[in-house]
């Protein structure tokens, strides 16, 4: 198995600009994550979904981010219009059906953005 | 609201040493605790998941204990080597979502 697949796997746009970040996420696997990982707050769980519907958006800072998983097998965050403290390493995660947190989360290699 | 801290933040040891990494969560009604590796650019790699209803999990050289009512866990890693250099976050579950403490940065000197 491939893993869970992200793209791009850097990113670097002005201020301003729209930003899609792709993720494939483990085959079989029902929930899928999106993470953000900066200096200053950690590793912070932005949204995750169960079979492809968003459970819990909490985490997403602004309506300028927003989430789609069109289908088990895909999924992409979008920030629109993009700003320099958006700069972060993107991480998708997934893992099996049991439940949000009673599974191992299998993590992809992130994506690093950054906003000039 | 649930808070994960993990102490020392950095450690170097020569190879060879055994050691312990700490993690201490202030609200104990968990459903499990899960330590992740991550080496610089890369995504977390799961180590050990742990259920609230088990004091410890061992693979390798690698031992977590849980001790839920105090709310912390220790990482023990046996007989360090050069490739055990990373960063090791613990994450606990609060209302269906992980929780990542800051992490602790291990260099082990050959």
């Known amino acids: 198995d491939a893993g869970v697949i992200q793209s791009p796997r850097h990113e670097v746009t002005e201020m301003g600009q729209e930003v899609t970040l792709r993720c494939k996420p483990i085959?079989?696997?029902?929930?899928l994550f999106w993470y953000r990982q900066t200096m200053m707050r950690g590793l912070e769980l932005l949204i995750y979904?169960?079979?492809?519907?968003?459970?819990?958006d909490s985490g997403m800072p602004e309506d300028r981010f927003s989430a789609k998983m069109p289908n088990a097998s895909f999924s992409t965050l979008k920030i629109q219009p993009s700003e320099p403290r958006d700069s972060a390493v993107y991480f998708c995660?997934?893992?099996?059906?049991?439940?949000?947190?009673?599974?191992?989360?299998?993590f992809g290699p992130g994506t690093r953005l950054t906003v000039l | 609201k649930q808070e994960v801290t993990q102490i020392p933040a950095a450690l170097s040891v020569p190879e060879g040493e055994n050691l312990v990494l700490n993690c201490s969560f202030t609200?104990?009604?968990?459903?499990?605790l899960q330590w992740f590796r991550q080496d610089p650019g890369k995504g977390l790699t799961s180590l050990l998941l742990?259920?609230?209803?088990?004091r410890e999990q061992t693979s390798g050289r690698l031992n977590a204990s849980l001790d839920k009512s105090s709310g912390r866990s220790t990482l023990y890693i046996a007989a360090s080597q050069p490739g055990d250099s990373a960063t090791y976050l613990c994450?606990?579950?609060?209302?269906?979502?992980?929780?990542f403490g800051s992490g602790t940065r291990l260099l082990v000197r050959p």
């Open positions: 995660a997934s893992s099996l059906g049991t439940g949000p947190v009673t599974d191992t989360q299998y």
């Open positions: 085959s079989g696997h029902d929930y």
């Open positions: 979904f169960n079979n492809n519907v968003p459970i819990d």
């Open positions: 609200d104990s009604a968990i459903y499990n």
């Open positions: 742990i259920q609230s209803s088990q």
């Open positions: 994450a606990v579950d609060s209302s269906y979502k992980l929780i």
